[in-house]
């Protein structure tokens, strides 16, 4: 009973700095541990499910106070065989607070660093990035695609061994 009288009595503004420091102490335990722990759970599997290839992801950090993640050691390999499609050694990515106002991500920067793509055309014509028969492979319906065409292409930078290249310019 002494603890419930006590905090009775505090300040209105002293129980309000306290409510204030639990909630900031909850959001960056949560940003810097909690939250990576769930993506890296969840986004190799997703990233699988969508493309049918396998998925691995070394290492994910997030920044709760910069908005900033970073996926470290992708690997995405080929359908049908052992090799791999795509890799980075590290995809970065800055987002904005505005992208809570405008109900999509608003980036601020995206960094690919020792970034690897691998493009193959089979015999048949198609080639290891296309769709099989019917399937959909993360593509994007035309409103989408529209909205990836009017994100400014400067932004997007890829960076091998430690110079910074512009990748869509």
């Known amino acids: 009973m002494a603890g419930r009288s006590s905090i009775r009595s505090m300040p209105a ?3 309000g700095v306290i409510a204030g420091l639990i ?6 335990l949560f940003g ?9 759970s969840v986004l190799p599997k997703t990233f699988s499910d969508t493309l049918h290839r396998k998925t691995t992801l070394r290492e ?3 920044n709760p106070y910069e908005l900033s993640v ?5 690997e995405i390999a080929e359908r049908d065989s052992k ?6 050694e590290e995809v970065f990515a800055n987002l904005q607070l505005a992208s809570i106002f405008r109900g999509g991500p608003v980036l601020s920067e995206i960094r690919l660093v020792k970034p690897y793509v691998s493009i193959i055309r089979h015999r048949d014509g198609r080639y290891n990035f296309m ?3 019917g399937e959909r492979q993360g593509g994007f319906t035309e409103g989408e695609d529209q909205a990836v065409q009017r994100y400014p292409r400067d ?3 890829r960076q091998c061994d430690g110079s910074r290249h512009s990748a869509l310019s």
């Open 70 to 74: 970073s996926m470290r050691g992708l």
């Open 131 to 133: 769709c099989r028969g």
């Open 155 to 157: 932004r997007i930078r």
């Open 60 to 62: 994910i950090r997030f």
């Open 32 to 40: 810097f541990f909690g939250l990576p722990a769930i993506l890296k």
């Open 23 to 28: 909630v900031l102490v909850s959001y960056t």
């Open 83 to 88: 090799g791999t499609w795509i890799s980075a």
């Open 13 to 15: 503004y002293r129980k």
